[in-house]
């Protein structure tokens, strides 16, 4: 009987229950490896060679995301803003559009980054985490909706077509760490910007959803 009523407490969580039995041990009961982000994940599972699993973000609100396995086999897997990361690998959030306890992608973003922490004192807009991919300190995160709301995703490397992402002409307001160029076109062509502050609504800029390609500005130059 104790273990049925573990089993169901771990499909509580799956589906956006309170966190109310210690992580590691649900992680385990399903298959998935040992890490620090059960501390603040639950729901996990492995399906395919790829974690998955409900973790908080900096607002204390669930986000699904995943990651795979293969390249964190040496190294511990962790939660970065509810985000799955491990060494030198950083995870994807699923875009399920709803999310947990009242968050998840359409639940209302961020609203102001990370405040500077992140895993290894980093996060997405605290200097990046272990330096970033491709990116440096740069960062951009987008939102499907204005005033930082709804679906997200932060880019730290050159996004050559958003057309290979969620948000190719579906981004409304942008959060930066460093200055980025976005264009309406792919291949940084078309309409573009220099972006060097957050901009709660792209109505006033003409790119309300229209952006298909970013990339950090480095050293005054566009490239």
């Given at each position: 009987m104790k273990t049925i009523a573990f089993i169901a407490a771990g499909a509580v969580l799956a589906t956006g229950g309170l966190m109310s039995v210690p992580h590691s041990a649900e992680a385990q009961s399903r298959g998935a490896p040992r890490g620090s982000y059960a501390e603040t994940c639950s729901g996990a599972y492995v399906n395919q060679g790829r974690l998955y699993a409900d973790c908080l973000d900096t607002r204390n609100r669930s986000r699904s995301t995943s990651i795979e396995l293969a390249p964190c086999s040496s190294s511990d897997i962790a939660n970065d803003g509810g985000l799955l990361v491990c060494y030198g690998v950083r995870g994807q959030f699923e875009n399920n559009g709803g999310g947990n306890n009242g968050g998840g992608n359409n639940g209302g973003g961020w609203n102001g980054g990370n405040n500077g922490g992140g895993w290894n004192g980093g996060g997405n807009n605290g200097g990046g985490w272990n330096g970033g991919n491709n990116g440096g300190r740069n960062s951009i995160t987008v939102f499907a909706d204005r005033d930082y709301r709804g679906a997200?995703?932060?880019?730290?490397?050159?996004?050559?077509?958003?057309?290979n992402t969620d948000f190719n002409d579906q981004i409304s307001s942008i959060q930066v760490n460093g200055p980025w160029e976005v264009c309406s076109d792919s291949g940084f062509r078309g309409y573009c910007q220099i972006v060097e502050g957050n901009i709660r609504n792209l109505n006033s800029s003409g790119l309300n959803d229209r952006i298909s390609s970013m990339r950090p500005v480095r050293g005054g130059n566009r490239w």
């Open positions: 997200f995703q932060t880019f730290r490397g050159e996004q050559y077509n958003l057309g």
